[in-house]
């Protein structure tokens, strides 16, 4: 097959299919392949007639919307990468994000303006912002286009890009070890790659209904939107509040018949405890789709018990490959099953590989690292050569191998099982957060003198994060101080569960941290 | 009556989600959810709590900081639900 850039599916999907319905977001409107076309064309003229040229990057910040589906797909068009960020998350965050990449554009909802501009590095380009009223179903994007039209020169039509397949498509951001988040770049083919695979294992079909119920910075939301509009399939959006209450969500999964879905773990959990879930109709639902962290297996019987039907896949991969191994869960989930199953088999479009230490091949069996090469692999880290040239490694064939710090064990039958990682990063509600960016946070706070961050696994939690701090004064800020100096400044799935408080931290014999003895005390 | 849902909830939120917490820190305007204290889990658990201590049925476009962001905006939602 030819090679077409990652917006080139949704394009000749919206040749295919005009009059279906593209994407839905429940309570305020949907819109069609032809109209979601028509709007995509007119945002990437617009951008161009601003100054975005092939190559560059575009920020979008706003709520999960129609309108931040377009987005999408109009700064791909003009040959474009986008870049997401969290509207959830401190403007701090998202400034530093958004100056990292030294993005172009901006589009943006008018709320976030005034304080993205206030955490704005005065010395740093300004980019040109493409403000919205509160999305909605795509009217506010039209508004902001029109006006625009009507105060500036139009905006004369330009073609689709033809981005190449090492083009940079988007950039997602993850929780970084040195306390900044770093910008995973992901090329055209990264991108196409994936959804291919997607197409070949999952078999999507244009009557298919699409959940997006992860945000659209977190890197799940690939698989929702370009393999649904790939396909001529609805891509049904779910807000955050909504995505987060399964007593909101289960009715919702059920009413909006959607036969596809795709989320961390933690939300099937609360779904399976809290969703009473025989009281709704699930017969749409043909997939259950799960990564980003493990699915304890006590939920997952239970949810699969509540739910026989459909088929349930644990996905397994880093931002850095997206999904690179998977493995069908069958049913029924066995009683007296314990451990949690496998990551799986290599994805066809990728190949894998387990090491040790000094990049050798372990026998079959041992633990090692797992190490994965292909096309769905990131181009890199943006502006962190040195981070970059350390994810990978290189072999005597020349050939990259990006090192994903977890290890795994492999079976005889080619299924790779997860142990556990190499560094000091966890997995929270699916989200990637390193124990590093929360200590570097900590000691934002003039209060902090010594902050030091461990998790262990915990039975209900999944993964408990203790924060230890010395302080400077007698009188230390409380722990409702401390959180929500927390809630300002770091997102809220980093936020440690517990504080303690110490004289001083205690120091290995090279004096640093003792994080094992931290780890006892926890 | 006024004091005991807004007793019940602080005893709670501080013997649950905070620890150790002198009660006198958290106060009727205490940001709960934005101010982390909270996250989406444990204001479920608040919500069960509250369902079955005071006999009440919350709406799901409730749970949100809205509604729930402070002990006295909950005080105001569950007392007007039992009135």
Same mark, same amino acid.
């Given at each position: 097959?030819?090679?077409?850039?990652?917006?080139?599916?949704?394009?000749?999907?919206?040749?295919?299919?005009?009059?279906?319905?593209?994407?839905?977001?429940?309570?305020?409107?949907?819109?069609?392949?032809?109209?979601?076309?028509?709007?995509?064309?007119?945002?990437?003229?617009?951008?161009?007639?601003?100054?975005?040229?092939?190559?560059?990057?575009?920020?979008? *910040? &706003?709520?999960?919307?129609?309108? %931040?589906?377009?987005?999408? *797909?109009?700064?791909?068009?003009?040959?474009?990468? *986008?870049?997401?960020?969290?509207?959830?998350?401190?403007?701090?965050?998202?400034?530093?994000?958004?100056?990292?990449?030294?993005?172009?554009?901006?589009? &943006?909802?008018?709320? +976030?303006?005034?304080?993205?501009?206030?955490?704005?590095?005065?010395?740093?380009?300004?980019?040109?912002i493409l403000s919205i009223d509160e999305a909605s179903a795509?009217?506010?994007?039209?508004?902001?286009?029109?006006?625009?039209?009507s105060k500036l020169d139009a905006a004369p039509a330009i073609?689709?890009?033809?981005?190449?397949?090492?083009?940079?498509?988007?950039?997602?951001?993850?929780?970084?070890?040195?306390?900044?988040?770093?910008?995973?770049?992901?090329?055209?083919?990264?991108?196409?790659?994936?959804?291919?695979?997607?197409?070949?294992?999952?078999?999507?079909?244009?009557?298919?209904?699409?959940?997006?119920?992860?945000?659209?910075?977190?890197?799940?939301?690939?698989?929702?939107?370009?393999?649904?509009?790939?396909?001529?399939?609805?891509?049904?959006?779910?807000?955050?509040?909504?995505?987060?209450?399964?007593?909101?969500?289960?009715?919702?999964?059920?009413?909006?018949?959607?036969?596809?879905?795709?989320?961390?773990?933690?939300?099937?959990?609360?779904?399976?405890?809290?969703?009473?879930?025989?009281?709704?109709?699930?017969?749409?639902?043909?997939?259950?789709?799960?990564?980003?962290?493990?699915?304890?297996?006590?939920?997952?019987?239970?949810?699969?018990?509540?739910?026989?039907?459909?088929?349930? $896949?644990?996905?397994?991969?880093?931002?850095?490959?997206?999904?690179?191994?998977?493995?069908?869960?069958?049913?029924?989930?066995?009683?007296?099953?314990?451990?949690?199953?496998?990551?799986?088999?290599?994805?066809?479009?990728?190949?894998?590989?387990?090491?040790?230490?000094?990049?050798?091949?372990?026998?079959?069996? %041992?633990?090692?690292?797992?190490?994965?090469?292909?096309?769905?692999? !990131?181009?890199?880290?943006?502006?962190?050569?040195?981070?970059?040239?350390?994810? $990978?490694?290189?072999?005597?064939?020349?050939?990259?191998?990006?090192?994903?710090?977890?290890?795994?064990?492999?079976?005889?039958?080619?299924?790779?099982?997860?142990?556990?990682?190499?560094?000091?990063?966890?997995?929270?509600?699916?989200?990637?957060?390193?124990?590093?960016?929360?200590? %570097?946070?900590?000691?934002?706070?003039?209060?902090?003198?010594?902050?030091?961050?461990?998790?262990?696994?915990?039975?209900?939690?999944?993964?408990?994060?203790?924060? +230890?701090?010395?302080?400077?004064?007698?009188?230390?800020?409380?722990?409702?101080?401390?959180?929500?100096?927390?809630?300002?400044?770091?997102?809220?799935?980093m936020i440690p569960d517990v504080f303690l408080w110490r004289?001083?931290?205690?120091?290995?014999?090279?004096?640093?941290?003792?994080?094992?003895?931290?780890?006892?005390?926890? | &009556?006024?004091?005991?849902?807004?007793?019940?909830?602080?005893?709670?939120?501080?013997?649950?989600?905070?620890?150790?917490?002198?009660?006198?820190?958290?106060?009727?305007?205490?940001?709960?959810?934005?101010?982390?204290?909270?996250?989406?889990?444990?204001?479920?658990?608040?919500?069960? +709590?509250?369902?079955?201590?005071?006999?009440?049925? +919350?709406?799901?476009?409730?749970?949100?900081?809205?509604?729930?962001?402070?002990?006295?905006?909950?005080?105001?939602?569950?007392?007007?639900? !039992?009135?």
């Amino acid at each position: 097959m030819s090679y077409i850039p990652l917006h080139g599916y949704f394009v000749d999907a919206a040749r295919n299919w005009p009059r279906n319905t593209a994407v839905v977001d429940p309570g305020r409107g949907s819109i069609t392949y032809a109209e979601l076309a028509g709007l995509t064309d007119r945002l990437r003229d617009r951008l161009a007639a601003l100054g975005v040229r092939p190559g560059d990057r575009v920020g979008i *910040y &706003m709520r999960k919307s129609i309108d %931040a589906v377009a987005a999408i *797909y109009g700064i791909l068009k003009c040959g474009a990468a *986008y870049v997401p960020v969290d509207p959830g998350a401190p403007a701090s965050r998202n400034a530093y994000i958004l100056q990292n990449c030294q993005v172009k554009a901006i589009v &943006m909802e008018s709320r +976030f303006q005034s304080k993205l501009l206030d955490d704005w590095d005065p010395q740093a380009p300004k980019p040109v912002i493409l403000s919205i009223d509160e999305a909605s179903a795509g009217a506010a994007l039209v508004q902001a286009l029109d006006d625009a039209d009507s105060k500036l020169d139009a905006a004369p039509a330009i073609e689709n890009a033809n981005s190449a397949p090492s083009d940079l498509a988007y950039i997602l951001y993850t929780s970084g070890s040195t306390g900044k988040p770093k910008g995973v770049m992901l090329s055209h083919e990264n991108g196409t790659s994936y959804v291919d695979w997607c197409t070949e294992t999952f078999q999507p079909r244009a009557e298919d209904r699409f959940s997006s119920h992860a945000p659209f910075h977190f890197d799940l939301s690939i698989l929702d939107i370009h393999v649904a509009l790939k396909h001529g399939a609805a891509l049904v959006l779910i807000g955050e509040d909504v995505g987060k209450t399964p007593e909101r969500l289960a009715p919702l999964i059920a009413e909006q018949r959607i036969s596809i879905w795709y989320s961390a773990p933690s939300i099937l959990a609360l779904l399976a405890q809290y969703g009473k879930l025989s009281q709704h109709d699930y017969s749409a639902l043909r997939l259950v789709l799960f990564a980003g962290e493990v699915f304890a297996v006590k939920h997952l019987r239970s949810l699969t018990q509540q739910l026989p039907a459909p088929r349930y $896949f644990n996905l397994y991969g880093p931002t850095e490959t997206n999904v690179c191994t998977f493995y069908e869960v069958r049913l029924p989930v066995p009683d007296d099953r314990v451990s949690p199953y496998p990551i799986g088999i290599t994805c066809s479009h990728l190949r894998c590989r387990v090491v040790d230490a000094d990049g050798r091949d372990v026998p079959r069996g %041992a633990e090692g690292e797992l190490c994965v090469t292909g096309p769905g692999v !990131m181009q890199g880290y943006w502006g962190l050569p040195e981070q970059t040239a350390k994810a $990978f490694l290189v072999d005597h064939a020349d050939e990259r191998w990006y090192k994903t710090g977890d290890v795994v064990t492999e079976a005889a039958d080619a299924n790779y099982t997860y142990l556990g990682r190499r560094d000091r990063m966890v997995k929270r509600r699916g989200y990637r957060v390193e124990l590093g960016e929360i200590e %570097a946070a900590l000691y934002r706070s003039p209060a902090i003198k010594e902050a030091a961050v461990v998790a262990l696994p915990d039975e209900t939690l999944g993964v408990k994060i203790t924060a +230890f701090l010395s302080s400077r004064e007698a009188k230390h800020p409380s722990l409702i101080e401390l959180k929500r100096f927390c809630a300002e400044n770091l997102p809220l799935y980093m936020i440690p569960d517990v504080f303690l408080w110490r004289e001083a931290l205690p120091k290995t014999s090279t004096d640093k941290t003792d994080y094992q003895r931290l780890k006892e005390l926890a | &009556m006024a004091e005991d849902v807004k007793q019940a909830v602080k005893a709670f939120i501080l013997e649950e989600f905070l620890p150790g917490e002198n009660p006198e820190e958290l106060t009727d305007d205490t940001p709960l959810i934005t101010g982390g204290i909270l996250d989406s889990i444990a204001t479920l658990k608040l919500v069960l +709590f509250l369902e079955e201590r005071f006999g009440v049925a +919350f709406q799901p476009h409730e749970l949100d900081p809205e509604h729930l962001d402070t002990t006295a905006y909950i005080d105001r939602l569950v007392r007007s639900k !039992m009135a």
